[in-house]
């Protein structure tokens, strides 16, 4: 069993759609979560980063962290076609130590 | 957010050669740096984790005298891929850490094509 859990895609939503991404994992340890996008042939772009359970925001961002349920997700409100992308979650048990990713969430939103 | 640069942006060269890809933070000192591959289509893969001034980390399965990592300063990472065959052919994405923060940026990627 992989220690993170990510649905690989593809999603495919009309523009202005509200998407929602997930990932879940199984190691306690994790106390740091993150939020990458990534484009074609690009490196990954940190998006959210969270430390406690609950709700962060940052424009038509919101990432959530349930670490009772182990369980984080990423909205997108208002999507847009540059949003398209692959959206990568992934997390630490310490500050500035290794990342565990998931798979990665493949997004088009379409005009 | 923080800047990483990475040098070359693409690569190609022959079998048997070597090649140096280079890692640099540009607005802050990174005292730990990540390289990682990624095959198309799948996500990264951490090869090996670096410290300024120390001996890199590497992962299980890394050949650590084909993939030799230096992390000179708090600024410079590279890694180098010694006799390069076909199967190394992959995209190279180096992040960098702050003491600070646990935040990983990471650079816009290498790509390399051994021919």
């Known amino acids: 069993q992989k220690e993170v859990e990510q649905d690989p895609g593809p999603l495919s939503v009309p523009e202005g759609a509200i998407v929602s991404l997930n990932c879940t994992y199984s190691?306690?340890?994790?106390?740091?979560f993150m939020w990458y996008r990534q484009y074609s042939r690009k490196g990954p772009e940190l998006l959210m980063y969270t430390y406690s359970s609950g709700n962060k925001e940052d424009g038509r961002f919101t990432a959530q962290v349930d670490k009772s349920s182990k369980y984080i997700s990423l909205f997108i409100r208002d999507s847009q076609p540059s949003d398209s992308a692959t959206y990568l979650c992934a997390m630490s048990g310490t500050s500035g130590s290794r990342l565990t990713f998931g798979e990665g969430t493949q997004l088009t939103v379409n005009p | 957010g923080a800047v990483v640069s990475q040098h070359p942006s693409w690569v190609i060269c022959k079998s048997g050669t070597s090649v140096k890809i280079e890692c640099r933070s540009l607005d802050f000192q990174a005292t730990t740096m990540f390289w990682y591959r990624q095959f198309p289509k799948q996500s990264l893969m951490l090869m090996a984790t670096s410290n300024e001034g120390s001996k890199a980390t590497y992962e299980q399965g890394v050949e650590k005298d084909k993939f030799l990592i230096n992390h000179a300063s708090l600024t410079l990472s590279t890694l180098t891929v010694t006799s390069a065959h076909p199967e190394d052919s992959s995209f190279y994405i180096c992040?960098?850490?702050?003491?600070?923060?646990?935040?990983?940026?990471f650079g816009p990627g290498t790509r390399l094509t051994v021919t």
């Open positions: 190691n306690s340890a994790f106390q740091y």
């Open positions: 992040s960098a850490s702050a003491a600070t923060g646990y935040e990983q940026y």
